[in-house]
């Protein structure tokens, strides 16, 4: 009995060997081949939207997916200012030369990844061309985006009046022919511009401003900054629709914008304290807590009525400089000492303005305020030119209009001026 099972066993062990064998020699049919990784990759991006600014006005443009898998470039007919991508995957990696996306949830299995300029209707890239990277641990996919960047814009004459070159004007949104022909007096107000920065940076001693930007969208009436960019946004309405002075008095704000950014006045506690102080709030406030702390105040916060400070409205440009409309020094710590940076400019007109018809008591307190600002602001900009170490022409020279303006409100007036002197603006906040 245990022999025949063992030649059994042997005859069952031969056998399968065989099959075996034989199954070895006969070919397989091999497993269809996925998709490419980087074309996988693709069939997971659900959608890609680009927002562009085309004759002027923003539009979201979705690309197709057979533009999508060409590997030519994605054209556009005007200038990127967005761009979105949804995907069902959240692992994605998204940059635009370097520049990351950010992502956030947008229903089930569903991601939104973003980047939009932080000035609204900036181009995302001033040259013609750009790059999105697109990538996971495994695959990467570059989308080439072809578009119309920027083109020069001359202001066809050197300020007299400046520290060096005027910087670089260029225009986002048509050709710079096109623009030229909606005006006659194009070259007069982008030379308002440019001297108007040149007048500051040459106070200063320091170059503020590279770039001046002139976006041609609908996006608003507008001159903007960037804390750390050394750039000014004009929106194309402003420049047509702004007198040439007051463009000038705009241009020189926004490049004080930049100096107040690269003194540092608005990180300073003191400063800080002082404006939450003028501006009214209580000393045991939520508000006056995140104005010393942070230096901003939330969107929403309640703000004093009638207890602000009338120096706020003084400095206002609008009040500061006969015939202009701008200025609102009361709205938040950076207005507040770019306003005063620019009274200080021309401390010519401040026994001028203080002698206009003011209740006695609204000038005594404006005064006062005035005098222990500069006190202060020259106390906290010599502390910084030892702890911080700004760039020292810049630091020296505000230094310098804060001590002299102090000296001035601290003297006696011999004279009283009379009311209709021209350099005398009519208040309208006071």
Same mark, same amino acid.
């Given at each position: ?17 065989? %099959?075996?064998? /034989?199954? @070895?020699?006969? =070919? ?5 081949? &996925?998709?490419?990784?980087? *074309?996988? !990759? ?125 910087? %670089?004007?260029? /225009?986002? @949104?048509?050709? =710079? ?5 909606? &005006?006659?007096?194009?070259? *007069?107000? !982008? ?240």
């Amino acid at each position: 009995m245990r022999f025949h099972s063992t030649v059994l066993a042997a005859r069952i062990f031969f056998l399968s060997l065989g %099959v075996a064998l /034989l199954w @070895g020699a006969l =070919p397989v049919a091999a497993t269809p081949p &996925g998709p490419p990784a980087e *074309e996988q !990759l693709f069939q997971e991006t659900c959608e890609l939207y680009l927002h562009e600014v085309v004759d002027q006005k923003q539009r979201r443009t979705r690309i197709s997916e057979q533009a999508l898998n060409d590997p030519q470039a994605i054209a556009c007919n005007g200038y990127v200012c967005g761009v979105e991508l949804f995907s069902a995957r959240g692992d994605l990696k998204i940059a635009l030369d370097g520049r990351p996306f950010e992502v956030a949830p947008a229903g089930p299995e569903r991601y939104r990844y973003t980047l939009f300029p932080k000035i609204r209707g900036d181009a995302l890239c001033a040259g013609d061309g750009f790059d999105i990277q697109i990538q996971t641990a495994t695959a990467r996919r570059d989308l080439t985006i072809r578009h119309q960047g920027a083109r020069l814009l001359s202001p066809d004459r050197q300020p007299a009046d400046s520290l060096d070159a005027p910087p %670089v004007f260029r /225009l986002l @949104g048509q050709s =710079p022919e096109r623009f030229r022909a909606r &005006g006659r007096d194009l070259t *007069e107000r !982008l030379a308002a511009v440019a001297e108007g920065i040149g007048y500051v940076e040459k106070r200063f001693g320091a170059r503020l401003v590279e770039h001046v930007d002139i976006l041609d969208v609908g996006a608003g009436d507008n001159a903007l900054t960037l804390r750390g960019r050394h750039q000014i946004w004009f929106y194309a309405e402003t420049i047509w629709g702004e007198s040439i002075p007051e463009l000038r008095v705009m241009a020189e704000h926004e490049a004080l914008h930049l100096a107040v950014d690269e003194i540092g006045l608005t990180e300073r506690t003191a400063i800080r304290a002082l404006f939450a102080e003028l501006s009214g709030y209580d000393p045991l406030s939520l508000e006056r807590f995140a104005l010393v702390t942070s230096g901003r105040l939330n969107a929403h916060a309640n703000r004093p009525a009638s207890a602000a400070s009338p120096l706020l409205a003084f400095i206002d440009e609008r009040n500061y400089f006969p015939g202009m409309t701008g200025g609102h020094a009361a709205d938040n710590l950076d207005e507040f000492c770019t306003s005063l940076l620019h009274a200080l400019l021309y401390a010519d007109r401040l026994e001028a303005n203080l002698q206009r018809r003011l209740a006695s008591e609204v000038k005594a307190q404006i005064t006062r305020d005035l005098a222990r600002t500069l006190d202060l602001f020259a106390e906290e900009i010599a502390d910084l030119g030892t702890r911080h170490s700004p760039p020292q022409p810049l630091n020296h020279a505000a230094a310098d209009l804060f001590r002299s303006a102090a000296q001035m409100i601290n003297r006696p007036s011999p004279v009283v001026l009379d009311d209709s002197v021209p350099t005398a603006a009519t208040p309208s906040d006071l």
